[in-house]
């Protein structure tokens, strides 16, 4: 493994995998997951929700905001805004990938926005076309059938349009309410060690009392992704990607991450994004968001000096050439061969199911 003074001993090379113990039997995950997917080989892909999320646009607009900060602070003039040196714990990096979400508080705001925003525009929709329908056949007047449906829709769309307007006013006007952080992570993959990490705030089935925050860690070679399915309210089948351990229970649900959807292949990129990700031997996705990390990252930065790769390749991307390149993506994600390629792990480690 190239550059082994950076990168940890366990660091994960995707040809330099040890041979393994015999896996577990794990009925616990097979209540869950049926379709395991093969290891090795995988594409320069990546769901085409992570390109969407980082446009060059948004790039520059950091690049700009993190410039005028430094200008700020060798003037002796800058401030620090409320929620800098707030703890997210979300990073996303050369050198590891950790998830976290809001708290539960900061949810509440948003569900209470979202859905009230949602649910006004639906029973707006339906009273609109019901009082259409009463309109043109009404036996009373035409006044007092209009007088009738204005006071039951006050009170259909007054409920849904007063939580999308208390959300929306709490989100913009009151940040310090409702932007708050979590405990701490869920989970993190780390490139530089190998190492996957699922974070445990149960003992035994109780949520820890004492604060304190478990760490279920294992080689990123010892876990395989599963593509688990379930039905959603209306029966239409939802598709999410799972990392198991393959001889402990750890597991981590990646739907949080990638919203669950009918088809199959975007957990199927997110797989191959995972591998590559993780593959020290390799550089770095070539992805908007570890543009600015990629001299960082010793194979990564070997790799661009050889190639000639622009430094600043998606930075000054234009956004007609986003927008085809995003499309390009969609593209090669619906075409995935992921169920075609051999199980290269299976060289390294015999399966039981």
């Not at 929709?125 to 006050?154: D, H, V």
Request: aromatic share 14%; glycine share 6%.
């Amino acid at each position: 493994m190239s550059n082994t003074s950076y990168y940890a001993k366990t660091a994960y090379g995707a040809t330099e995998v040890p041979q393994q113990e015999r896996s577990a039997e794990r009925s616990w995950i097979m209540r869950l997951a049926k379709v395991r997917l093969p290891w090795g080989s995988p594409d320069e892909i990546a769901p085409a929700s992570f390109l969407e999320k980082f446009s060059p646009k948004k790039l520059r607009l950091h690049e700009k905001s993190k410039k005028e900060r430094e200008e700020q602070i060798a003037a002796g003039t800058y401030t620090s805004s409320s929620f800098e040196h707030v703890d997210f714990h979300v990073r996303d990096d050369h050198e590891c990938f950790r998830y976290a979400l809001f708290s539960g508080a900061s949810h509440f705001w948003i569900y209470l926005y979202s859905i009230g925003k949602f649910l006004f525009w639906f029973s707006l929709f339906i009273l609109l076309s019901i009082s259409t329908l009463i309109l043109i056949n009404a036996e009373e007047s035409w006044q007092e059938t209009a007088l009738n449906i204005t006071k039951y829709s006050s009170i259909t769309l007054g409920i849904p349009l007063g939580s999308w307007a208390i959300g929306k006013l709490v989100i913009d006007k009151f940040p310090n309410l409702w932007i708050k952080p979590s405990r701490g992570p869920i989970w993190e993959l780390n490139r530089r060690t190998g190492l996957v990490t699922v974070f445990d705030y149960k003992n035994n089935g109780e949520y820890k009392k004492n604060g304190t925050i478990g760490e279920l860690t294992a080689p990123f070679y010892e876990f395989d992704a599963y593509i688990a399915t379930s039905p959603d309210s209306q029966g239409m089948p939802l598709n999410v990607l799972y990392l198991a351990h393959r001889y402990r229970n750890i597991m981590i649900n990646f739907g949080a991450l990638l919203c669950p959807g009918p088809d199959f292949q975007p957990p199927c990129a997110l797989w191959d994004f995972i591998q590559n990700y993780m593959d020290v031997s390799r550089p770095l996705p070539d992805l908007p968001q570890y543009e600015e990390y990629r001299h960082l990252d010793p194979t990564t930065a070997e790799y661009d000096r050889l190639t000639g790769r622009n430094p600043r390749y998606w930075i000054d991307m234009d956004d007609a050439t986003f927008k085809q390149i995003v499309s390009e993506m969609h593209q090669r994600v619906e075409e995935i061969d992921t169920f075609e390629r051999p199980n290269l792990m299976a060289g390294y480690v015999t399966y039981v199911d």
